[in-house]
């Protein structure tokens, strides 16, 4: 007589003791074999509904924690904003705004971040410059005359050169080459020859901005960073003028106040 194995399929002879193909054992006394499944392996089905239930519960658990700490966070970075703006916010928000001498409002605002739009704009070309008063030449390697201010060198300088005062109601007055409606200016403030002439030098960190019979008094950061005034409409003009009316002090107790370089771009 022939049986089947279970386990493989295959057929052969019930004398047998075990499958001659898989080498299962056929049970004593039966043409049945033993059954080989791994009953360790087996899974009550009846608590798959329970887990299920708990699984889901637990990720509601969760992003609801999630969702809340985010919520919060928000809260306080939204009231930490109010309080304190960024440092580009901050610069802006300190430009004040002057009502032209003439009938239109024109404003102007400082900002540490270049306008996205300024290379659709020209840098006009200074002629010449003057200044209220300069430091005098100590060799000839450094001297600060006005037309330092405007030579595309931030190293260079103009310093003010009056020894009875920290730098206030000094004025620096560049003349272009022509009349030109002038929408940025871009400026370097303080002695930019490094970090530590920097910091001793006196900067400007308000000036009276005079261009077109127009005034502006406009404030700045105290940060050897590049900084943009941006006028709300172009202003005619042939000439800028910079005057000094705050400061910040700087270390080394020579009260020379210095202008680096001065940029400016027209329509």
Same mark, same amino acid.
């Given at each position: 007589?022939?049986?089947?194995?279970?386990?493989?399929?295959?057929?052969?002879?019930?004398?047998?003791?075990?499958?001659?193909?898989?080498?299962?054992?056929?049970?004593?006394?039966?043409?049945?074999?033993?059954?080989?499944?791994?009953?360790?392996?087996?899974?009550?089905?009846?608590?798959?509904?329970?887990?299920?239930?708990?699984?889901?519960?637990?990720?509601?658990?969760?992003?609801?924690?999630?969702?809340?700490?985010?919520?919060?966070?928000?809260?306080?970075?939204?009231?930490?904003?109010?309080?304190?703006?960024?440092?580009?916010?901050?610069?802006?928000?300190?430009?004040?705004?002057?009502?032209?001498?003439?009938?239109?409002?024109?404003?102007?605002?400082?900002?540490?971040?270049?306008?996205?739009?300024?290379?659709?704009?020209?840098?006009? /070309?200074?002629?010449?410059?003057?200044?209220?008063?300069? &430091?005098?030449?100590?060799? #000839?390697?450094?001297? *600060? $005359?006005?037309?330092?201010?405007?030579?595309?060198?931030?190293?260079?300088?103009?310093?003010?050169?009056?020894?009875?005062?920290?730098?206030?109601?000094?004025?620096?007055?560049?003349?272009?080459?022509? /009349?030109?409606?002038?929408?940025?200016?871009?400026?370097? &403030?303080?002695?930019?020859? #490094?970090?530590?002439? *920097? $910091?001793?030098?006196?900067?400007?960190?308000?000036?009276?901005?005079?261009?077109?019979?127009?005034?502006?008094?406009?404030?700045?950061?105290?940060?050897?960073?590049?900084?943009?005034?941006?006028?709300?409409?172009?202003?005619?003009?042939?000439?800028?003028?910079?005057?000094?009316?705050?400061?910040?002090?700087?270390?080394?107790?020579?009260?020379?106040?210095?202008?680096?370089?001065?940029?400016?771009?027209?329509?």
């Amino acid at each position: 007589m022939k049986v089947i194995c279970k386990e493989c399929g295959e057929q052969f002879d019930d004398s047998a003791s075990f499958c001659p193909y898989c080498g299962i054992p056929l049970e004593k006394g039966s043409n049945k074999f033993p059954d080989t499944r791994d009953k360790k392996n087996t899974f009550d089905t009846k608590y798959t509904p329970l887990i299920a239930g708990i699984c889901f519960l637990s990720l509601v658990a969760i992003l609801g924690c999630f969702f809340w700490v985010l919520r919060q966070y928000h809260s306080v970075t939204d009231a930490a904003s109010a309080t304190s703006p960024a440092a580009n916010d901050t610069v802006s928000s300190m430009a004040a705004t002057v009502t032209a001498n003439n009938a239109a409002e024109l404003t102007a605002k400082t900002s540490l971040t270049m306008p996205n739009d300024i290379d659709n704009y020209h840098k006009v /070309s200074f002629s010449s410059g003057d200044a209220s008063s300069v &430091l005098e030449r100590v060799n #000839d390697l450094y001297h *600060y $005359e006005p037309g330092r201010a405007c030579d595309n060198d931030p190293v260079t300088s103009w310093q003010e050169g009056n020894k009875n005062s920290d730098g206030q109601n000094e004025w620096l007055e560049l003349h272009l080459e022509e /009349s030109r409606p002038i929408k940025y200016i871009a400026l370097c &403030l303080g002695n930019w020859r #490094d970090i530590s002439r *920097y $910091e001793g030098n006196n900067r400007p960190t308000e000036m009276r901005i005079t261009l077109g019979g127009t005034s502006f008094t406009v404030q700045f950061a105290d940060v050897m960073e590049r900084q943009y005034i941006t006028f709300s409409e172009p202003v005619e003009t042939d000439s800028i003028r910079f005057t000094i009316t705050d400061v910040v002090v700087g270390t080394n107790g020579d009260h020379d106040c210095c202008i680096s370089e001065v940029t400016a771009y027209s329509a």
